[in-house]
């Protein structure tokens, strides 16, 4: 079976741009998150997803965006680029229910902002 | 506000010893608590988890110890190997939704 996939695997942007990374769940898996990681950091909560509607936000200013389709593959928006938003983005999914616990992380996204 | 705590930042064992983080939380309602590993370049694995209705899980050379009422667990790695040479997280979670990590610890395991 397939874990989650994400793509691009690496993206360099310029301050100012806007970037769309796609995430696609494990086959079966209702719920997408998003996490950010910082060099050095633990990973931090963004967006979570089930069923198609936002269940939760992190701290995180409104240029960021995400959803989620009918095939519960996801998209991650960031607009207006700023050096700080270069970091790993992680994507993980979850299992058969909203309130299944095991998260799956894909490779992630690593995105350079110059 | 840091919602889980992790320590040791960086450890060192010898292989075949016992590696032994640390992690603690404040917030009562997490009811999950999952340990990852983190290889350069790759995205965290789930290594194991437990819930707060246990005191001890074991899964292979990999246990969790949990202390409710101290609000800590901690993850051992017992034989330790150069393979497991990895950035390690623990995190907690109330009912599935997000995810509240600590900051790491890079282990080093010397051959």
């Known amino acids: 079976d397939a874990g989650v996939t994400q793509s691009p695997t690496h993206l360099i942007k310029t301050r100012g741009q806007h970037v769309t990374l796609r995430c696609s769940p494990i086959?079966?898996?209702?719920?997408v998150s998003w996490y950010q990681q910082v060099l050095g950091q633990g990973p931090q909560f963004i967006f979570q997803y089930y069923e198609k509607e936002e269940r939760g936000r992190g701290n995180f200013p409104d240029r960021f965006s995400a959803r989620q389709f009918p095939n519960y593959s996801s998209e991650l928006n960031v607009n207006a680029l700023l050096l700080g938003d270069s970091a790993l983005y992680l994507c993980?999914?979850?299992?058969?229910?909203?309130?299944?616990?095991?998260?799956?992380f894909g490779q992630g996204t690593r995105l350079t902002v110059v | 506000q840091q919602q889980v705590k992790q320590s040791p930042q960086s450890l060192i064992v010898q292989k075949g010893g016992i590696s032994i983080i640390n992690c603690a939380y404040e917030?009562?309602?997490?009811?999950?608590f999952p340990w990852y590993q983190q290889f350069p370049g790759k995205g965290p694995a789930l290594l194991i988890a437990?819930?707060?209705?246990?005191s001890e899980k074991k899964e292979g050379r990999f246990t969790i110890s949990f202390n409710k009422s101290a609000k800590q667990f901690s993850l051992h790695i017992m034989d330790s190997q150069p393979g497991d040479s990895a950035t390690y997280f623990c995190a907690a979670s109330h009912t599935g939704n997000q995810f509240y990590f600590g900051t790491g610890t890079s282990l080093t395991v010397i051959p």
């Open positions: 086959s079966g898996h209702k719920s």
């Open positions: 437990i819930r707060p209705d246990v």
């Open positions: 993980a999914s979850s299992g058969h229910g909203q309130m299944n616990t095991e998260a799956f």
């Open positions: 917030n009562t309602a997490f009811d999950y």
